[in-house]
């Protein structure tokens, strides 16, 4: 394995030319014979760097499929996917492992902190199991996550003390420690009540364009898909739509366009809180 | 209800299947300690009944039958033949091997004969003996050979009994009628090796009949018999599998030395039963009636099967005392298999928090949920004891299989017997701890609220909720218990061992509940702290650390279980280190050598004429594996001058500076030099020597030929902490006193003397093959003795208490697959954010370690604490107690409880690598 690969590429210096995050042909199959799914169905798609992209699309679409190949969480049937040069569809569970370790960040639609561990041990636990030492210049930049995050005052806390629009900062902060070159967020503001979530999705906009980072967003939510720059509308395993500088009014237009596609538009009715994801 | 029970179970089965095999294992236990109670009683009545082989009554008499009545039996009508039941116990040589034999007479009637043979003939005259073949072989005997029986003689006129050794042997007063010296076997002689005085003390109890206070004058003198071999026996109904077979000898012989053997006047000849076949015809309940009236007083007539089963009911009072024991262990295997059991329901409470509330929320009360968990309980607690049952049925049967194809020379029954007690007791038992150990989940069923069922479910978590009235409780016991322990320490010290022992036991078991009860409160602490130092090493020691202190009660069950185990077996072996550390140091005040040989070992009185130890035997020893060196001495009575009466002393001659590389105290034999006598401290006590007295030692008169050449010696006094009673000279001065002196007794140096128990059987074997009856005494004889004793006790106690461990290790993985299930989305979490597989499981192994290490090493403590304890209430009677660590032992548990934690993590492990991190995003 060359292990040049993974390191992280520091803070935003990349070539504009190359997309952080690419799919070619992506499938993805479920089931055999006549149970055959198409989950997903020959997704090309480029995701720029230092963008903030949300992916969107009804239950059932095959978004949230799309991004757990992308991170690497689940294997895909045939095609290619890309985080930077990596291509990741290659990769063993081991260098996957390593590759979410180094190279990609996660915030969860439920938070995922470890109970045991205070919120500052929970934003650091990347960087020990990646076997590293905090150092000055990660605390420099831990101290920079807290304060865009607001966290000071909550370093000490177990993830029981601390609201859920506190403990999805904090996972924010875990995700971002290790500077990966793509942060996914699957519906991080799903548990959250709509001024939690709100805030949430502007410390994600913050961390692209004040830290340079990159995020892609899953989401149902056309409020949260407007706070990024780019829209990304899936359905029936394809790409169905590219929304750039999103409003909610566009991407409520552009899912409005999805509905009058489908054969049944009491299915895959979106846009409500309430809505069961696949 | 009823179904939503069976529908939940069916959703745990794999939980609780794994708490179900600790049941299991319990009840396993239990049926085969019953099953093999069984076992034991029945061979014992069959093998009795088999020494009264076809016959078809029994008659016996309390105060015995004597000759007259069986003379009555024999000629009741319809009585065909009766024969007393004799069963007597001689010392057999052949060349230079010997051995105690049981010997029976010969059957009048074949159908009396318990044995068969195998060749040859049954002894039909005097002079005539047949033998077990396994014996004949280990003397060396084919028929027609000769083999000389040894027996005690009751000869009149010897008056002059033996002094101080007080045996009834004839050594002290050689007289007319006793033969060569090197005929003489001492009566309790069992330094041959073969250990063989048991059964003559058991078999032989008219043999006891020894010169009372007002017998008439007379000894008992060993007299030999030569004897033919005409046949060798089987037994292969195990009549007399318990004394190791039995020889038979013709019915005079028997009935004469009989005779012989009884003071005359003083007891007559008694038999405990006669037994007695039918005339073809007769009616058995006629007979039976008859001989009853015809013997009166307390005769009774039984039938044969009648009787062994009565002879077996006195016999067995003993073996179940041992069932007894063993049910102890089975006891404690199953207090622990209750503490797996609470805590996987605990767990499985926990789990269905959500469920519980639901349930609550459409209507159950709260009786309904604590029904519903104890019907699982008792539903589970049947089906894993009807598996254990099963599963112990099967192992006494694979037990009786195996031993069945070894010739253990027992006839063990083929199949075993399944009784009523052996299924219904385990089932019940098994049951029983089940549900009272799914008492507390119950009560915390009917806890969850019905709002439980609204908030979002996190990982379920037990509040330690540990009162007060624990607390209390904990203290009161452990302070309690405590105290009693030190009392019983220092009742020990003051001799009272008994009550030392006792308030010991009561204090140690009292401290040792009151620990138990309280772990929740301390245990989780020390997890905390060992956790600590964990931390260091790195982020996957340090979650693992994290995950222990997540459940405090779950972390403190689970070390207790393993804690419980650890704690006796630590107890045990180091009890048995200081015991045997404490009769070392007392052995070697004792002994002044290791081991010593000698010729005249049984009077260091200096009465008897020295009898000397061929050079070939001295070589013989040295070149045994484990024998260091051996130093010869010689040794001649002497008589010394004592307050004006002379003394009869042995005195033995030996180079000082070999002596000086041999004892174990390099004092006792400091300044033995030419011109100087070594006195044992113990003579010195008992005469009043004292160092610097001036003794003159001149030879003692023989015996037998006269006066002894010599010169009369003065020499100067030296006290040491030399044991024993023999003076100590060196050889030249010891040839100047009595010209001639032979070399009589050797000194025995072991290379390691921890290795007795290896060494000295091996020394005695090689003598054995000496035509010298040679005495092997000394410091490693002895510690090879009880080290065999207290080995044996220790591995069986700790085979059985291995058990409790087994049970708490599955204690351990059982835990750890419930927390896996529980963290799945944990687990994914980390695995999404770079944990990798090996990292996981690897985790979940520094847990288990974690787990078992600090249920082990607390049970290492306690058990040493309580072991010394132990030992000194017990053995501070004998003098200094040495508290000892059993380190070998301790580092062994310690190992197997990390192996077991690792090996207790694999499954669990395997389980949550397999977790896919795309769990983490689910949202349940």
Known sequence: MDTTVYQPIPGTAASPGTPAVRARSLTKLYGKGEATVRALDGVDVDFEKGAFTAIMGPSGSGKSTLMHLLAGLDTASSGQGFIGDTEITALGDNELTRLRRDRVGFVFQSFNLLPMFTAEQNITLPIELAGRKVDAETKEWLATLVQTLGLGARLTHRPSELSGGQQQRVAIARALIAKPEVVFADEPTGNLDSRSGAEVLSFLRRSVRELGRTIIMVTHDPTAAAYADRVILIADGRIAGDIDDPTPESVLAGLDALRTLESDPADGLTGTTTAVRA | ?924
């Open chain 2, 1 to 924: 209800m009823v179904r939503l029970t069976l529908a939940q179970m069916r959703r745990s089965i794999g939980r609780l299947s794994a708490a179900g095999i600790a049941i299991l294992i319990g009840t396993a236990f239990l049926t085969a300690t019953l099953l093999a109670g069984n076992i034991i009683n029945r061979v014992t009545t069959d093998s009795i009944a088999a020494q009264f082989a076809d016959s078809d009554l029994v008659v016996s008499n309390g105060p015995g039958i004597d000759p007259a009545g069986l003379e009555d039996i024999r000629g009741t009508e319809g009585v065909e033949a009766a024969d007393p039941q004799v069963l007597r116990a001689f010392e057999l040589v052949s060349g230079g091997k010997r051995t105690y034999q049981v010997v029976v007479p010969a059957a009048s009637d074949p159908r009396f004969e318990a044995q068969e043979l195998v060749e040859g003939a049954m002894p039909t005259r005097s002079g005539e003996i047949a033998l077990p073949s396994d014996v004949a072989e280990r003397l060396g005997l084919g028929l027609g050979d000769p083999v000389t029986v040894v027996r005690s003689v009751w000869t009149p006129g010897a008056e002059d009994a033996a002094a101080g050794t007080g045996t009834t042997a004839d050594e002290g007063a050689p007289s007319e009628e006793a033969v060569a010296p090197e005929e003489t076997a001492p009566a309790d002689a069992t330094a041959d090796g073969d250990g063989a005085s048991a059964p003559a003390e058991e078999a032989a109890p008219g043999d006891e009949a020894a010169p009372g206070d007002e017998s008439p004058a007379g000894t008992f003198v060993d007299t030999n018999e030569k004897l033919t071999l005409v046949g060798t026996l089987d037994d292969p109904m195990g009549a007399y599998a318990q004394v190791g077979g039995a020889g038979v000898l013709s019915n005079d012989d028997l009935t004469t030395w009989e005779a012989d053997s009884y003071v005359p006047g003083e007891a007559t000849t008694a038999y405990n039963a006669v037994l007695v076949a039918l005339a073809p015809g007769a009616d058995l309940e006629a007979v039976r009636s008859s001989i009853t009236s015809s013997l009166g007083g307390d005769a009774k007539v039984w039938t044969s099967a009648e009787y062994a089963k009565e002879q077996a009911a006195q016999m067995t009072g003993g073996e179940d005392v041992f069932t007894y024991v063993i049910l102890t262990f089975a006891a404690i295997a199953l207090l622990v298999a209750a503490l797996v059991i609470a805590n996987t329901f605990q767990v499985l409470v926990a789990q269905r928090t959500r469920t519980l509330a639901l349930l609550r929320c459409v209507g159950a009360d709260r009786k309904q949920l604590s029904r519903s968990v104890l019907l699982e309980a008792i539903i589970l607690g049947l089906v894993a004891s009807v598996a254990g049952i099963l599963f112990g049925i099967g192992l006494v049967q694979l037990a009786l299989t195996v031993a069945g194809t070894m010739d253990l020379g027992i006839p063990l029954p083929p199949v075993v017997q399944v009784t009523a007690v052996a299924v219904l007791v385990p089932l019940l038992v098994g049951t029983v701890v089940t549900l009272v150990a799914s008492f507390s989940p119950a009560r915390a069923a009917t806890r969850v609220a019905p709002l439980a069922a609204l908030r979002p479910s996190d990982a379920p978590t037990l509040t330690s909720g540990a009162g007060r009235v624990r607390l209390a409780i904990s203290s009161i016991l452990v302070v309690g218990g405590a105290g009693l322990l030190v009392l019983g320490v220092l009742l020990g010290q003051q001799g009272s061992a008994q009550a030392g022992l006792l308030a010991a036991t009561a204090g140690g078991a009292a401290s040792f509940v009151g620990i138990l009860v309280g772990a929740i409160f301390w245990l989780p602490k020390v997890v905390s702290l060992v956790g600590k130092v964990l931390t260091g090493s790195g982020s996957t020691a340090k979650l693992a650390a994290a995950n222990t202190l997540r459940n405090p009660r779950r972390t403190a069950a689970t070390s207790t279980a393993l804690l419980i185990g650890v704690t006796l077996v630590a107890m045990m072996s180091t009890g048995a280190v200081s015991a045997r550390m404490s009769m070392n140091n007392e052995l070697d005040g004792r002994y002044p050598v290791d081991v010593s040989l000698a010729t005249d070992g049984y009077d260091e009185f200096g009465g008897n004429q020295p009898v000397a130890l061929p050079q070939s035997t001295i070589g013989t020893a040295e070149k045994v594996d484990g024998v260091e060196s051996v130093v010869p001495l010689t040794a001649t009575s002497v008589t010394v001058d004592l307050d004006g009466s002379d003394i009869t002393f042995l005195a033995r001659g030996v180079d000082p500076e070999a002596a000086g590389t041999l004892v174990r105290d390099k004092e006792a034999v400091q300044g033995l030099a030419p011109g100087t006598v070594v006195v044992p401290a113990g003579v010195a006590k008992d005469w009043g020597i004292s160092s610097g007295d001036q003794l003159v030692l001149a030879a003692a008169p023989l015996p037998d030929d006269g006066d002894p050449q010599g010169t009369p010696a003065t020499l100067e006094a030296l006290v040491t902490p030399m044991g024993g009673r023999a003076l100590l000279v060196t050889p030249q001065t010891l040839e100047g006193v009595a010209t001639g002196t032979p070399v009589t007794s050797a000194w025995v140096g072991l290379a390691d003397v921890n290795d007795a128990a290896s060494v000295v059987p091996a020394l005695q074997d090689a003598l054995a093959e000496s035509d010298l009856p040679i005495d092997v005494t000394g410091a490693a004889v002895e510690r090879a003795m009880y080290q065999k004793v207290v080995d044996t006790i220790l591995g069986v106690i700790v085979g059985l208490l291995a058990v409790a461990v087994v049970i708490a290790l599955i204690g351990v993985a059982n835990t750890l697959s419930l927390s896996v299930i529980e963290r799945r989305r944990e687990s994914a979490t980390l695995r999404a954010i770079g944990l990798s597989r090996s990292q996981l499981r690897w985790m979940l192994a520094i847990e288990g370690m974690l787990i078992a290490g600090v249920g082990a090493v607390l049970g290492i403590l306690l058990g040493i604490l309580y072991g010394w304890a132990g030992a000194s209430a017990a053995l501070a009677v004998m003098g200094d107690v040495t508290l000892a660590v059993p380190w070998r032992d301790v580092a062994l548990v310690m190992v197997v409880a990390l192996v077991a934690g690792l090996l207790a993590s694999v499954i669990p492990g395997r389980s949550a690598a397999r977790t896919s991190p795309v769990e983490a995003l689910a949202v349940d």
